[in-house]
């Protein structure tokens, strides 16, 4: 039981960690890290949800239809759930934009600053 | 009619990847300005036409696959109101554009981040499953993040990177809400949740799904920035050109935060009282703390964006209290009267606050400052702009006839009705200091004589103008919304999309049509 657990209770423990680094991290490239950090965290997650296996111990089946339309059911009961992987797929993509984005803004801030130290970047109240 | 849907979210996305182009070919912004401005409008016209028919579900298939693989997009009463808003607002953000986005270089992009903004929100609200919403949250976002920038200046860049941060950590919350919601009821089409989780017989949450109502009130409360979690907001609307913020404020934590918190907890959750106290507490918080701070403040805007908390408090605390009601057996028509009276000042909040931007804006084009202090004589020196000012600042303090004066009325009175007397107490005081406090702006902005930023001023150009009109001539006609006749078109059948009582036999109002389609295939 606990060791099935295992790969979920690592998701959550990789989005604490993710936390962490944008909460306590005065680097602005670490407060990135940490934001990819809790992005692939919560991939992750969505991965292990779709996961299934046939049996215990028997390995995972990909979701490819061989053969004729009389073996979906099957697959169906064997497969990993594709759906999630569908959505990793997608969350990845905008994952990737989200980091081009706060990238060019660290370097625009670096160019006005000097620095990455986001305590020396505070002239708004908040 | 269910055709022209699609179209809402297809012409601004593809208009949005065309303006680069346009932009490289103009380097003028009015010339610019006319693609964007024709694509909002065919957006106003098709959520106008979309009206026709008040209490239907419309439900289209993308591509016409059905249920278990296609996707979505489902338009209800809840949802016309918001495109509506979202239509109307942006429209007219885009004609202030015209002239006020004259200072800044390449307004290709602007009007393209635009579009891919407004993308984002349409589809928010016209999408039918949860992940396609978080992929339209995601555009809207990103879109918001760039455009919070747009000046490339100090401040910018930092409200930009402290709102992009915190808009990742909201995401991710709802990504991981979605993964586990998916997880407990093997869907992600709004209506066939609801129907999993059993909330349409009447049914409480299970512990998980406690725990996904729990994430997702942590993600779209920082969408929508409820206190605790409203510290990007004063930095960020204040920090975006003034037509971004009447559109971050006026619309964007609108359509990305309270109403899919409000279709999530009335349509998907079933509404019990936990969750009806929590967003009736986070209402309450919002509004105090949100009025409280604006009161200290000297910057315009970044007054204005506090007073955009404590508004949208107003709108949570009534649908919140209408969730506590329904629970406790307090009678449909009180709770409907709740539920109305938040989503009027919805429409309201949406319609004010962009004037109160766009009119910061104009003053600060023609003074060139947004300091109070600094300020003065405005109202002397540019008529149309300070009438309008006028007009909105009693709008959202709350002074007959204007509409914000009856949006507040009715959700008092159903408090009172219902016998939540403190509630009603304190929305009340806050009403007080939100007047106490547009009375300082009256005071510093529009009277006295003009001082040394407001003497070279001259009145605003004609689109500015135009815009700011015709948002003020809205403050007093959607007062008209409490006649019946103008309500039943509008406002009932969204009242009629949340108020519907759980416990019936039909499923879940968030698109009775998809469910039956589905158990067909």
């Given at each position: 039981?606990?060791?099935s657990?295992?790969?979920?209770?690592?998701a959550?423990?990789?989005?604490?960690?993710?936390?962490?680094?944008?909460?306590?991290?005065?680097?602005?490239?670490?407060?990135?890290?940490?934001?990819?950090?809790?992005?692939?965290?919560?991939?992750l997650?969505?991965v292990?949800?779709?996961?299934?296996?046939?049996?215990?111990?028997?390995?995972?089946?990909?979701?490819?239809?061989?053969?004729?339309p009389?073996?979906?059911?099957?697959l169906?009961?064997?497969?990993?759930?594709?759906?999630?992987?569908?959505?990793?797929?997608?969350s990845?993509?905008?994952?990737?934009s989200?980091?081009?984005l706060v990238?060019?803004?660290?370097?625009?801030?670096?160019?006005?600053?000097?620095?990455?130290?986001t305590?020396?970047?505070?002239?708004?109240?908040? | 009619?269910?055709?022209?849907?699609?179209?809402?979210v297809?012409?601004p996305?593809?208009?949005?990847?065309?303006?680069?182009?346009?932009g490289?070919?103009?380097?003028?912004?009015?010339?610019?300005?006319a693609?964007?401005?024709?694509?909002?409008?065919?957006g106003?016209?098709i959520?106008?036409?979309?009206?026709?028919?008040?209490?239907?579900t419309?439900?289209?298939?993308?591509?016409?696959?059905?249920?278990?693989?296609?996707?979505?997009?489902?338009?209800?009463?809840?949802?016309r109101?918001i495109?509506?808003?979202?239509?109307?607002?942006?429209?007219?953000?885009?004609?202030f554009?015209?002239?006020?986005?004259?200072?800044?270089?390449?307004?290709?992009?602007?009007?393209?981040?635009?579009l891919?903004?407004?993308?984002?929100?349409?589809?928010?609200?016209?999408?039918?499953?949860?992940f396609?919403m978080?992929?339209?949250?995601?555009?809207?976002g990103i879109?918001?993040?760039?455009?919070?920038?747009?000046?490339?200046?100090?401040?910018?860049?930092?409200?930009?990177?402290k709102?992009?941060?915190?808009?990742?950590?909201?995401?991710?919350?709802?990504?991981v809400?979605?993964?586990?919601?998916?997880?407990?009821?093997?869907h992600?089409?709004?209506?066939?949740?609801?129907?999993?989780?059993?909330?349409?017989?009447?049914?409480?949450?299970?512990?998980?799904?406690y725990?996904v109502?729990?994430?997702?009130?942590?993600g779209f409360?920082?969408?929508a920035a409820?206190?605790p979690?409203?510290?990007?907001?004063?930095?960020?609307h204040p920090?975006?050109?003034?037509p971004?913020?009447?559109?971050?404020?006026?619309v964007?934590?609108?359509?990305?935060?309270?109403?899919?918190?409000?279709r999530?907890v009335?349509?998907?959750?079933g509404?019990?009282?936990?969750?009806?106290?929590?967003?009736?507490?986070?209402?309450?918080?919002?509004?105090?703390?949100?009025?409280?701070?604006?009161?200290?403040?000297?910057?315009f805007?970044?007054?204005?964006?506090?007073?955009?908390i404590?508004?949208?408090?107003?709108?949570?605390?009534?649908?919140?209290?209408?969730?506590?009601?329904?629970?406790?057996?307090?009678?449909?028509?009180v709770v409907?009267?709740?539920?109305?009276?938040?989503l009027?000042?919805?429409a309201?909040?949406?319609?004010f606050?962009?004037?109160l931007?766009?009119c910061?804006?104009?003053?600060?084009y023609?003074?060139?400052?947004?300091?109070?202090?600094?300020l003065?004589g405005v109202?002397?020196?540019m008529p149309v702009?300070?009438?309008c000012l006028?007009?909105?600042?009693?709008?959202?303090?709350?002074v007959?006839?204007f509409?914000?004066?009856?949006?507040?009325?009715?959700?008092?009175?159903?408090?009172v009705l219902?016998?939540?007397?403190?509630?009603?107490?304190?929305t009340?005081?806050?009403?007080?200091l939100?007047?106490?406090?547009?009375?300082?702006?009256?005071?510093?902005?529009?009277?006295?004589d003009?001082?040394?930023?407001?003497?070279?001023?001259?009145?605003a150009?004609?689109g500015?103008?135009?815009?700011?009109?015709?948002?003020?001539v809205?403050?007093?006609?959607?007062?008209?919304?409490?006649?019946?006749?103008?309500?039943?078109?509008?406002v009932?059948?969204?009242?009629?999309?949340?108020?519907?009582?759980v416990?019936?036999d039909?499923?879940?109002a968030?698109?009775p049509?998809?469910a039956?389609?589905?158990?067909?295939?």
């Open positions: 039981m606990m060791l657990m295992a790969p979920y209770l690592f959550f423990l990789l989005l604490v960690v993710g936390l962490y680094a944008i909460v306590a991290k005065r680097n602005l490239i670490k407060v990135i890290v940490g934001l990819m950090i809790l992005d692939y965290a919560a991939n997650l969505l292990l949800i779709g996961y299934r296996s046939a049996g215990a111990g028997a390995a995972p089946v990909a979701p490819i239809l061989v053969g004729g009389e073996n979906v059911r099957a169906a009961a064997s497969s990993v759930d594709p759906l999630p992987q569908a959505l990793v797929l997608t990845i993509v905008i994952g990737l989200v980091t081009a990238v060019a803004l660290a370097i625009r801030l670096y160019e006005k600053y000097g620095t990455f130290d305590e020396r970047m505070r002239n708004l109240k908040g | 009619m269910e055709h022209l849907v699609p179209l809402l297809a012409l996305l593809a208009g949005g990847f065309l303006m680069p182009i346009v490289r070919l103009t380097k003028s912004h009015r010339a610019a300005a693609l964007p401005i024709a694509i909002a409008c065919a106003l016209a959520a106008i036409s979309l009206l026709g028919r008040p209490d239907e419309i439900v289209y298939w993308l591509g016409g696959w059905s249920f278990p693989i296609g996707i979505s997009m489902v338009v209800d009463g809840l949802s109101l495109l509506i808003i979202i239509a109307a607002i942006s429209l007219l953000a885009l004609v554009s015209m002239d006020y986005m004259k200072h800044y270089t390449s307004p290709g992009l602007y009007y393209g981040l635009f891919l903004m407004l993308t984002g929100m349409n589809g928010v609200v016209v999408s039918g499953d949860l396609n978080f992929v339209f949250l995601e555009i809207a879109a918001s993040y760039a455009l919070v920038a747009f000046g490339t200046e100090a401040d910018e860049l930092e409200a930009s990177l709102y992009l941060v915190l808009g990742v950590i909201a995401s991710t919350f709802i990504l809400g979605i993964a586990l919601t998916y997880n407990v009821t093997g992600l089409n709004w209506a066939k949740v609801a129907e999993v989780l059993g909330t349409a017989g009447g049914a409480g949450l299970s512990l998980p799904m725990v109502a729990a994430l997702f009130f942590m409360g920082l969408k409820m206190v979690f409203h510290a990007w907001l004063p930095d960020a920090s975006a050109p003034a971004i913020s009447a559109m971050l404020s006026g964007l934590i609108k359509a990305c935060g309270v109403y899919v918190l409000a999530l009335f349509s998907v959750f509404g019990d009282q936990t969750m009806g106290v929590i967003l009736a507490g986070l209402g309450a918080t919002s509004m105090v703390v949100g009025v409280l701070m604006a009161v200290g403040q000297w910057d805007k970044r007054l204005l964006a506090y007073h955009s404590s508004q949208m408090g107003y709108v949570v605390l009534a649908l919140g209290a209408a969730a506590v009601m329904r629970a406790n057996g307090v009678s449909d028509a409907g009267l709740a539920i109305f009276g938040g009027f000042h919805l309201n909040h949406a319609i606050k962009s004037l931007f766009l910061s804006g104009s003053i600060e023609a003074t060139g400052t947004r300091q109070l202090k600094m003065g109202g002397k020196r702009t300070g009438a006028r007009v909105a600042a009693l709008s959202i303090s709350g007959p006839p509409n914000g004066f009856w949006s507040k009325l009715i959700i008092i009175l159903a408090l219902a016998g939540y007397y403190t509630l009603a107490a304190i009340v005081v806050v009403s007080f939100t007047l106490l406090s547009f009375a300082k702006v009256q005071r510093y902005v529009l009277g006295g003009p001082s040394e930023a407001a003497r070279g001023a001259r009145e150009p004609v500015m103008c135009l815009a700011t009109v015709v948002l003020a809205l403050c007093l006609a959607t007062a008209l919304v409490i006649f019946p006749t103008v309500r039943a078109r509008l009932d059948p969204a009242v009629r999309v949340l108020s519907v009582r416990s019936e039909r499923p879940a968030a698109g049509a998809v039956r389609e589905g158990m067909g295939r």
